[in-house]
């Protein structure tokens, strides 16, 4: 359990995202918005998130290393952001998360199905208030409202993403249910029992302490309340001594923005220890489906459900990644790309390549579900 947090600075923060960002948020995303960035804060960014990975691979790292990365969570995943979103959007789309795959059902169609899923499993209604802990650029909560009805409020620590989910929360007419807040979720700015649901969708994986972010969504919940997550955790097959399981785990925490990943035992104690009365939980991964989670990654493009998938897919393969390397690697010579864009986009292959992996060993899973409630007064 973590007992010292992070300082919050929303003014620093804006600041910097006005330096760094500028008017991209405005673009379409992907590419062209990257294109619109500060290349000095870009590589400033840059360089604030890799030192907490350069030259503490897996062979070198040690529990202070990991100490270190715990210690500046809200920064490490704030500027992991920064630095990340646009290529999220341009790979992967506006929701920033894996699911499950029906036979032939088409990308876009399988990434609405798992967030339907989750409400669903929630028993999400018409009119409840409901928070979305690390909503990204908002797709999975646009989703979620049009599904179910509900009202949500976003909470991000990232202005960049809120200023994203805000122009796409418009464009779809839905600002009048959907709102996002600043705010780092280990320390809440809502008052005690403020809402009725809670969900995090492959979000509070970035939290130095399960625990400590539970007890938060705890506090913020109404008694009676629902929490629903898809959380990211190693296996119980994963084995911290083994050097090839290290290897993993830290491929996919640089690449993913985060600084403590553990395994689903802690987890399910943690949610516990928070409070909450465990409803059910699941590993999403251990179904029977006759595509994994992970095949989009892998660029199998042989498992491709429709032709609209071909592009997403292609992206993934070892071609298109490479082609994406080569193209970056010279507009950042030209100086048409920020500097620093490249070695976040290789960060972002090795993560997939560890994701691929861990998926296969099973030592990994992102879709780790669990329903808890807020026990009644």
């Not at 179910?148 to 839905?174: F, H, P």
């Amino acid at each position: 359990m973590v007992t010292t947090l992070e300082a919050e600075d929303h003014g620093r923060d804006a600041a910097f995202n006005k330096a760094l960002h500028g008017k991209s948020a405005n673009e379409n995303g992907g590419l062209s918005s990257m294109f619109k960035k500060d290349s000095k804060a870009h590589e400033a960014a840059v360089a604030e998130y890799f030192k907490h990975w350069d030259g503490k691979d897996a062979a070198v790292e040690t529990e202070q290393t990991r100490e270190e990365r715990r210690a500046e969570y809200a920064t490490l995943t704030r500027h992991y952001y920064n630095i990340a979103t646009d290529l999220y959007e341009y790979g992967w789309g506006e929701s920033f998360h894996f699911c499950r795959f029906a036979p032939k059902e088409p990308f876009r169609q399988a990434v609405a199905r798992h967030e339907h899923y989750l409400a669903h499993m929630m028993s999400l209604r018409d009119g409840m208030k409901v928070l979305d802990v690390g909503c990204g650029v908002g797709g999975p909560a646009r989703e979620i409202i049009k599904f179910s009805g509900v009202n949500v409020v976003g909470l991000n620590n990232n202005d960049y993403q809120i200023e994203r989910a805000t122009k796409y929360a418009a464009a779809e007419g839905l600002s009048p249910k959907l709102k996002f807040v600043k705010g780092d979720f280990m320390q809440m700015s809502f008052a005690d029992s403020t809402f009725d649901a809670v969900y995090a969708i492959e979000a509070t994986v970035h939290a130095p302490s399960l625990e400590g972010v539970y007890s938060e969504i705890f506090r913020v919940l109404k008694p009676g309340g629902v929490f629903g997550v898809y959380e990211w955790l190693m296996t119980e097959n994963y084995d911290n001594n083994n050097k090839h399981h290290r290897e993993i785990r830290l491929g996919i925490e640089q690449g993913n923005g985060i600084s403590n990943m553990v395994k689903i035992s802690e987890g399910i104690a943690a949610i516990k220890a928070a409070g909450f009365e465990l409803e059910l939980h699941e590993d999403l991964a251990h179904r029977p489906d006759l595509r994994p989670w992970y095949y989009p990654l892998a660029g199998d493009l042989s498992q491709m459900a429709t032709l609209w998938d071909f592009f997403t897919l292609l992206r993934m393969t070892k071609i298109g990644r490479g082609t994406v390397h080569r193209i970056v690697g010279v507009l950042e010579l030209l100086g048409l790309a920020p500097s620093g864009t490249q070695k976040t986009a290789n960060s972002l292959a090795l993560a997939a390549d560890c994701l691929v992996a861990g998926g296969k060993e099973d030592l990994f899973t992102p879709m780790y579900l669990m329903v808890a409630r807020k026990p009644a007064a």
